[in-house]
C-alpha cells in the first residue's frame, strides 16, 4: 500500500478520496479541521444528514481512511507519506509543501470555471506566480457563486478526477504532466 496524504475534504477533496479509496491501492491519511455546514451540500460530497460533523469523520464512515481533525502547520507534518495532495485553498500551507525538499507533492486547484493541477516536478521558477495572492481562503465555487443550486460550479469534481487519473499513473510509473489549467 501507498502512503498518500490528502489535505482538505472539501470541494476537490471529497471527491478525490473515494477514486482513490476504490482502487484499494493506498493507505489515505486526511486531515482536514472543518465540519460540514449546510452551505457544503451543494457542492461538497457530503449529505445533510452529516451537518454539523468533522469532516474528516463523515468520510471515514464511508471510506478506508486515518483521519486527523487538526490542521497541517509544519513541513514536519508532512513528511512519511509517498503523495501528498493538497486540496484546499492555503496560501501558507502550499509555501511549506512547495518549499520543502525531497516532498513529493501534487497541489490541486478549483475556483469557479477554472482549476489546476500543479506537481512537485513541476519548474521552481513558477512558484512565485503560483504562490501570489491574497492570504485568505477561497470557495471552489468562486467570487461569482450566489449560493443557488442554479449557478453551482463542478470544476473541483473535473480537478479531483484528473488528479486521481494522476495519481494512479504516478505511481505506475507513467508519463505525468507537471502542471495542467482546465478553464469552461
Known amino acids: 500500500m501507498r502512503k498518500v496524504l490528502v489535505i ?3 470541494g476537490i477533496g471529497s471527491f478525490l478520496i473515494p477514486l482513490l479509496d476504490k482502487v484499494d491501492m493506498y493507505a489515505i491519511s ?3 479541521p472543518d465540519t460540514v455546514e449546510m452551505k457544503n451540500i451543494t457542492y461538497q460530497n457530503f449529505s445533510e444528514e452529516e451537518v454539523g460533523e ?3 469523520m463523515a468520510m471515514q464512515k464511508r471510506y478506508t481512511l486515518s483521519p486527523n481533525k487538526f490542521p497541517i502547520l509544519t513541513e514536519q507534518q508532512l513528511r512519511g ?3 501528498v495532495i493538497c486540496c484546499v485553498d492555503n496560501i501558507g500551507l502550499r509555501r511549506t509543501m512547495y518549499n520543502c525538499k525531497d516532498l513529493k507533492w501534487l497541489d490541486l486547484r478549483a475556483q469557479g470555471r477554472n482549476a489546476a493541477m500543479i506537481a512537485y516536478t513541476a519548474d521552481p ?3 512565485d506566480t503560483l504562490l501570489a495572492g491574497e492570504e485568505r481562503s477561497f470557495s471552489c465555487q468562486g467570487d461569482s457563486w450566489d449560493g443557488s443550486n442554479r449557478q453551482v460550479h463542478f470544476m473541483q469534481v473535473a480537478i479531483a478526477g484528473l488528479g486521481a487519473q494522476w495519481v494512479q499513473r504516478w505511481f505506475n510509473g507513467e508519463e505525468v504532466r507537471d502542471y495542467m489549467v ?3
Request: charge should be neutral; aromatic fraction near 12%.
Open 81 to 83: 507519506y509517498d503523495l
Open 182 to 184: 482546465v478553464n469552461v
Open 30 to 32: 486526511v486531515s482536514d
Open 125 to 127: 521558477k513558477m512558484y
Open 54 to 56: 468533522l469532516k474528516v
Open 8 to 10: 482538505g475534504t472539501g
